[in-house]
T-cell receptor
Framework: GNSVTQMEGPVTLSEEAFLTINCTYT??????LFWYVQYPGEGLQLLLK?????DKGSNKGFEATYRKETTSFHLEKGSVQVSDSAVYFC?????????FGAGTTVTVRA | EAQVTQNPRYLITVTGKKLTVTCSQN?????MSWYRQDPGLGLRQIYY???????DKGDVPEGYKVSRKEKRNFPLILESPSPNQTSLYFC????????????FGDGTRLSIL
């Protein structure tokens, strides 16, 4: 079956620090990969996606590259801001079934 | 405004009392699904629907029912709720295709006493 494993948090950073959240997956076939972000009291919002190997998704300074050889989709941002404090979820979609990681809570201090 | 609307947002109820959580989307999306979010477990898919009258089980369907009689609506039914169904529930919709991102509602927090 499909599964997603992501780095457990919580992660606490200072403003302008570099952020990496690791995500690896198990799936048959060719899944699409996503990062979603959840702010307190809200639903999840799409942050970025990649639909085939070697694709790079990017948005709001965040990036992730679909690595089929290492079955990974790590999220990175070069310089975080306080407004990036949220819970981040890695997810895969395969044959209309979706699997999510457990979520990583990120707190950025001013 | 494009949105997925869930109701109610909060509900406290008792074991065995049937309840329905409604979900409606205004984006003409073919695909809709329900998830529950529990601490340390992320989101787990309960049921999904690829179109009207087409539904299928996700990873944790036990104790839940769904129906898709109209394209815009996808209610989640708990026929006989139990305390282990206390959770935060999200409805989501998307265009057809596994490469399409999900649009999520704001969530429904259910407490079953």
């Amino acid at each position: 079956g499909n599964s997603v494993t992501q780095m457990e948090g919580p992660v606490t950073l200072s403003e302008e620090a570099f952020l990496t959240i690791n995500c690896t997956y198990t799936a048959t076939g060719y899944p699409s990969l996503f990062w979603y972000v959840q702010y307190p009291g809200e639903g999840l919002q799409l942050l970025l996606k990649a639909t085939k190997a070697d694709d790079k998704g990017s948005n709001k300074g965040f990036e992730a590259t679909y690595r089929k050889e290492t079955t990974s989709f790590h999220l990175e941002k070069g310089s975080v801001q306080v407004s990036d404090s949220a819970v981040y979820f890695c997810a895969l979609s395969n044959d209309y079934k979706l699997s999510f990681g457990a979520g990583t809570t990120v707190t950025v201090r001013a | 405004e494009a949105q997925v609307t869930q109701n109610p947002r909060y509900l406290i109820t008792v074991t065995g009392k049937k309840l329905t959580v409604t979900c409606s989307q205004n984006m003409n999306h073919e695909y809709m699904s329900w998830y529950r979010q529990d601490p340390g477990l992320g989101l787990r898919q309960i049921y999904y629907s690829m179109n009207v009258e087409v539904t299928d089980k996700g990873d944790v369907p036990e104790g839940y029912k769904v129906s898709r009689k109209e394209k815009r609506n996808f209610p989640l039914i708990l026929e006989s709720p139990s305390p282990n169904q206390t959770s935060l529930y999200f409805c989501a919709s998307s265009l057809a295709g596994s490469n399409q991102p999900q649009h999520f509602g704001d969530g429904t927090r259910l407490s079953i006493l």
